[in-house]
């Protein structure tokens, strides 16, 4: 099975502030990494998919990059909404897994 | 639109059955491959199962494998999970997912709470 560790665990950050996650894979996965967001009581919603392509509707200042094993998700100018959880989820082979997921708190 | 509808959860003894479903609406359900995630209190997200857009194919994660059963019925755009032998550890929010490689759209979920 593919492992994805996710880091860090958790994030302190302030409104405005440019932050990154990293993902790293056990093995490659070329580019078939999603990240998604995760607010408290609802269901994820997809962010990235195939590490850099921003699902319709997202804003811009998600970004995501990387190939093989190693993996970020990027937010340029955090805004109060992104408060939120994020996983990682490889979809290379299966059975397909998720990073054990980012909290990101307001400072 | 697009909507994902899960319904079927609730309180169950361990050992004992349980039939998710997910009604579906605004795509053509027979097109797409759909999943099914799993979430338990407080943790992170768990795959569990996935079944190709004809039924032919099916998958399932380690911990569930023998126990639950995906299903899905293309005339009344539907998913299922049939879940037996339930454990304390299957308790969560069940989400299922269409399929386009990523998970695109997902449920708001149905919880599963598996307790003597």
């Known amino acids: 099975d593919i492992q994805l560790t996710q880091s860090p665990s958790f994030l302190s950050a302030s409104v405005g502030d440019r932050v990154t996650i990293t993902c790293r894979a056990s093995?490659?996965?070329?580019?078939?990494l999603a990240w998604y967001q995760q607010k408290p009581g609802k269901a994820p919603k997809l962010l990235i998919y195939?590490?850099?392509n921003l699902q319709s509707g997202v804003p811009a200042r998600f970004s995501g990059s990387g190939s093989g094993t190693e993996f970020t998700l990027t937010i340029s100018s955090l805004q109060p909404e992104d408060f939120a959880s994020y996983y990682c989820?490889?979809?290379?082979?299966?059975?397909?897994?998720f990073g054990q997921g980012t909290r990101l708190e307001i400072k | 639109q697009v909507q994902l509808v899960e319904s079927g959860g609730g309180v169950v003894q361990p050992g004992r059955s349980l039939r998710l479903s997910c009604a579906t609406s605004?795509?053509?359900?027979?097109?797409?491959?759909m999943q099914w995630v799993r979430q338990a209190p407080g943790k992170g997200l768990e795959w569990v199962a996935g079944?190709?857009?004809?039924?032919?194919?099916?998958n399932y994660a380690d911990s569930v494998k023998g126990r639950f059963t995906i299903s899905r019925d293309n005339s009344k755009n539907t998913l299922y999970l049939e879940m037996n032998s339930l454990r304390v550890e299957d308790t969560g929010v069940y989400y299922c997912?269409?399929?386009?490689?990523?998970?695109?759209?997902w449920g708001q979920g149905t919880l599963v709470t598996v307790s003597s």
């Open positions: 997912a269409r399929d386009v490689r990523e998970f695109d759209y």
């Open positions: 605004g795509f053509i359900f027979s097109s797409y491959n």
């Open positions: 079944i190709r857009f004809d039924g032919s194919d099916k």
């Open positions: 093995q490659g996965i070329s580019n078939y």
């Open positions: 195939d590490s850099f």
């Open positions: 989820q490889q979809l290379k082979s299966y059975p397909i897994t």
